[in-house]
């Protein structure tokens, strides 16, 4: 299903900008862009499931979604619901390229990957993403962006200049790394976006994980696509052996996550009145005599047991050991 969304807009004198814009292949006709969006999407899906199958191995499906067009700003308000935020370049195609994707497949992933859950099980609610969250959304942005690069290499003309940069060809997209910036919870405010607001198309693949469907949106300047007539679908091999490769990345993103941390010590147990009656200024002894014992806990879990002390003029605590027999508390921190 395909949808045009529009922005009221005249130029001098009533001239019509989407008249000069068409002119000057800055917007197509929307048959036009409609089908290469089709031609795209259908060019995606299989790859993009064997990329995160290889990168991953796990299996995710992705199937053909909505197309839309019209202004990249407003595109962004209408699909950006859920989702976190992405821009990217390929060299030699175009550096103005925005990705959405909704935030109950990165949820499920991270669940998935981290704490060894069956897709098959989990019920994600969509929220905001944590750090470590965000941090791993930007794998799947990466799949997508290789895949996209993969596909425009084999399809753009070997010597015509593609994409609005204006003087690349099919070796330099082929040839050149793309770029994924840092992925953002937020679309940023119009005022403070660095892409222009130009007439775009947004494709959706709809990515089956589990039990549930995500939209993984990609838009693109409808210059790019009107540049790019033929576009060939190709399987993505990537080398070596990558099937560990997203799990070793996010236990390293884990790892290097800081962590607030609580010390709780045991108080002397007082009766439910004089505890309604407490002041401030009243006195509670330590449950312990001699020396203190603290729990170390981080995120409600209780990690280590230690003993309270003093350096200087600051009071610190000496781990003395595993506050239990849990040995993988580190998946709750995702």
Sequence with gaps: MSSELTSPNTGPQGFDPDLLDRMIGAMGDA?????RCQALIQALCGPLEEAFQEAANIEISARPGDIHQGRRRDLLKALGHDAVYCESE??????????????????????????????????IVARPLSAIELDMSLLVFEQLNETLQTIVAKSVPSQAPVG??????????????????????????????????????????????????????????????????RIVGTAVKKPGDASNDWTERLSERVSRSQINLQAAVALAPLPLG?????????????????????????????????????SGSQYMVKVEGPAGPDENWRSDFS
């Design 31 to 35: 048959q036009v862009i409609e089908t």
């Design 90 to 123: 390929i060299p030699g195609w175009s550096q103005e390229i925005a990705s959405l994707c909704g935030t109950k497949l990165i949820i499920a992933l991270v669940e998935c990957l981290l704490g060894g859950s069956d897709p098959e099980d989990l019920d």
């Design 164 to 229: 609005n940069v204006g003087k690349g060809n099919a070796g330099k997209v082929a040839a050149d790394k793309s770029v994924v910036n840092k992925p953002l919870l937020d679309i940023p405010e119009e005022e403070d976006d660095t892409l222009p607001d130009f007439h775009a198309a947004a494709l959706t693949i709809n990515l089956e994980f589990g039990n549930s469907s995500t939209p993984l949106t990609l838009i693109v300047p409808q210059s790019v696509l009107l540049k790019t007539k």
């Design 274 to 310: 004089d505890i309604s009656r407490l002041q401030p200024g009243d006195l509670i002894g330590f449950a312990d005599n001699g020396d203190i014992e603290v729990t170390l806990s981080a995120n409600g879990k209780a990690l280590y047991t230690c003993a309270l002390g003093k």
